[in-house]
Nanobody, 122 residues
Framework: VQLQASGGGLVQAGGSLRLSCAAS????????MGWFRQAPGKEREFVAA???????AYADSVKGRFTISRDDAKKTAYLQMNSLKPEDTAVYYC?????????????????WGQGTQVTVSS
C-alpha cells in the first residue's frame, strides 16, 4: 500500500485547506484511514480518523473545524480543515489501518504517507 498526501500550503488564520490522501491497493474500501500531524519540536499527534464503515473520530483540538471523509471509488481520503489557527501549523501525515478501524493511536496504522506541510499565518 502506498499513500500520497497532498493539498498542504500556506494560509491565513481563519482560512481553509483540504488535504487529500491517495492510496494504492485493491481493498482501499476496507482500510481505516487516519490523519496525524507533527509540529516542529513536538511529538506526532492524532487529528482525525475514519473507519471502513465511516465511523469518525477527532482530536478535541479540531472538533467542529475539521472533517474527515473518504471516496472509496477514488481510493482517496480527505481532511477538510476550516477556521485554521496558527497552532494547526504542522506536517500532516495520512495513514492506513488494514483492520479498518478509526483509531487515534498511531501504533494501529500499517502504512504512512510522506506528509504535506500546512502553515497557518496569524
Amino acid at each position: 500500500v502506498q499513500l500520497q498526501a497532498s493539498g498542504g500550503g500556506l494560509v491565513q488564520a481563519g482560512g481553509s485547506l483540504r488535504l487529500s490522501c491517495a492510496a494504492s491497493g485493491r481493498t482501499f474500501s476496507s482500510y481505516g484511514m487516519g490523519w496525524f500531524r507533527q509540529a516542529p519540536g513536538k511529538e506526532r499527534e492524532f487529528v482525525a480518523a475514519i473507519s471502513w464503515i465511516r465511523n469518525t473520530a477527532y482530536a478535541d483540538s479540531v472538533k467542529g473545524r475539521f472533517t474527515i471523509s473518504r471516496d472509496d471509488a477514488k481510493k482517496t481520503a480527505y481532511l477538510q480543515m476550516n477556521s485554521l489557527k496558527p497552532e494547526d501549523t504542522a506536517v500532516y501525515y495520512c495513514a492506513a489501518d488494514l483492520t479498518g478501524r478509526s483509531s487515534g493511536s498511531s501504533d494501529r496504522y500499517d502504512y504512512w504517507g510522506q506528509g504535506t506541510q500546512v502553515t497557518v499565518s496569524s
